[in-house]
C-alpha cells in the first residue's frame, strides 16, 4: 500500500494514546491508560510496517517463510509489518575477471580477461536461488571465459577458422550466450560482455611474434609478386600490340626475367647497358 496514508494514521494513533494517557493520569483513569498504550502499540506496528523504495531498488518480501512479492516501485511503500524484507539492488553493474592462463583450441598458452555488464531481472531467483549472487556471477564469468578461449585458436594462421584474435565479434557474441546460460538460475541479465585482455603467454610470445612477421612477410611478398606479373603481361601485350619489337621466347624470357627482378627488388637496382646483342 501506498506508505504516506499509513504515516498519518500512525501519527494520528501516536497522538491519541499520548493524549489519553496523560488526562488518565491527571484523573486517575485507568481505562483511558490502557487505551492510550494500545493506541502507541498500533502506531508502532503501523510505523514498522513502513518500507522506502530507492530509485534501482527493490525490496523482497517474505511473509512467516514464504515468498510474498517484490516492491520495484520508488518511494514510501506500507505492507505487513510481520513481513521480511530483504534489500537488492536492480542497478547495473560490470564485473571484470582476472587474469587467466588456458590453452587455446592449438594447444598455445594464452592470457584472457573479460568485463562482464550485468543485471539483476528476477529478484525471487537472485535471493532464493543462489547463496549469494554477486558471488555466483564472478564464478561463472571466470568458467565462462576459459571455456570459450580454449573452444577457439587465437589465430586463425590463414586457415579461415573463427579465431579469438581476427572474430572478434562473433567470439563475443557466444561468450555473452555462454555467461547467460550460466547465470539464468540467479536471475541475472547479461548486458554485454568483452575481452579486456588477449594475448600470448610469455614464455611463447616472442616464438609467435616472429611467426606472425614471417606470415606478414610472405603476404607482402607475394602481393609484390602478384603486381609485378601483371605488369610484366602488360608490357609484353603493349609491345606486341604496337609492333614496336618482335620479341622471340628467349628474348621474351630475358625481358621477363629483368623486370622481374627490377620490380621484386628489395634495392635499387643498378642498370647495365649491352652494347652487343643477347647472343654475343
Known amino acids: 500500500m501506498p506508505g504516506w496514508p499509513a504515516v498519518s494514521v500512525a501519527l494520528a494513533a501516536a497522538i491519541a494514546g499520548i493524549v489519553l494517557i496523560a488526562k488518565s493520569t491527571a484523573g486517575s483513569a485507568a481505562a483511558l491508560t490502557v487505551v492510550g498504550v494500545l493506541l502507541l502499540v498500533a502506531a508502532s506496528a503501523i510505523a514498522k510496517g513502513l518500507t522506502p523504495v530507492a530509485p534501482g531498488e527493490a525490496r523482497v518480501v517474505q511473509l512467516f517463510g514464504r515468498y510474498s512479492g517484490t516492491i520495484r516501485a520508488d518511494g514510501l511503500r506500507w505492507m505487513n509489518p510481520a513481513a521480511k524484507r530483504r534489500k537488492i539492488s536492480t542497478r547495473i553493474r560490470n564485473h571484470e575477471t582476472g587474469v587467466a592462463k588456458v590453452n587455446d583450441a592449438d594447444g598455445n598458452p594464452i592470457e584472457t580477461a573479460a568485463v562482464v555488464v550485468w543485471q539483476v531481472e528476477d529478484t525471487a531467483k537472485a535471493v532464493f536461488g543462489v547463496d549469494d549472487f554477486t558471488e555466483f556471477v564472478a564464478v561463472q564469468a571466470e568458467t565462462a571465459v576459459r571455456q570459450v ?38 536471475g541475472v541479465k547479461i548486458i554485454e560482455s568483452r575481452f579486456t585482455r588477449l594475448a600470448y603467454a610469455p614464455e611463447i610470445a616472442h616464438a609467435m611474434l616472429r611467426r606472425q612477421q614471417a606470415v606478414a612477410v610472405v603476404a607482402a611478398r607475394q602481393m609484390i609478386v602478384d603486381g609485378a606479373v601483371g605488369m610484366v603481361e602488360s608490357a609484353l601485350a603493349r609491345l606486341e600490340a604496337d609492333d614496336l619489337v618482335e620479341l622471340d621466347a628467349e628474348r621474351k624470357a630475358a625481358m621477363v626475367s629483368n623486370m622481374l627482378v627490377v620490380l621484386c627488388s628489395d634495392h635499387p637496382t643498378q642498370p647495365v647497358v649491352n652494347t652487343g646483342s643477347l647472343y654475343h
Open 149 to 186: 578461449a580454449t573452444g577457439y585458436p587465437y589465430d586463425d594462421h590463414g586457415d579461415g577458422r573463427l579465431s579469438l584474435r581476427d572474430s572478434t565479434g562473433e567470439v563475443t557474441t557466444v561468450l555473452a550466450a555462454e555467461i547467460a546460460q550460466r547465470v539464468e538460475t540467479a
